[in-house]
């Protein structure tokens, strides 16, 4: 199992956040968020991609094996801003 997976946030809703937040000044454009999955819930950034024109949220292999995530899986998540 890797270190680290990346989700995709969804376009329309990435788009939104981009629109209330994407000012960003922080590294590589990254937004703090609060992150729930599952009973799991932290802290982490949320980072724009280019080519997705979406953000991508790094699931650490902790978070994972906590939920029981393989790659390939669909999650649904909860943001915090």
């Known amino acids: 199992m890797a270190a680290w997976y ?3 946030l969804d376009t329309k809703k990435a788009a939104t956040i981009k629109a209330n937040h994407g000012k960003s000044k922080r590294g590589f454009g990254s937004i703090r968020v609060t992150v729930t ?3 799991t819930k932290w802290k982490t950034s949320i980072f724009p991609d ?3 024109g979406s953000y991508v949220l790094p699931l ?3 978070v994972r094996r906590a939920e029981g995530i393989d790659a390939g899986d669909t999650v649904t998540i909860t943001l915090e801003i």
Do not use: C, D, N
Request: hydrophobic fraction near 35%.
């Open 6 to 8: 990346f989700a995709y």
């Open 60 to 62: 650490k292999s902790a």
């Open 37 to 39: 999955l599952g009973k």
């Open 50 to 52: 280019k080519h997705s």
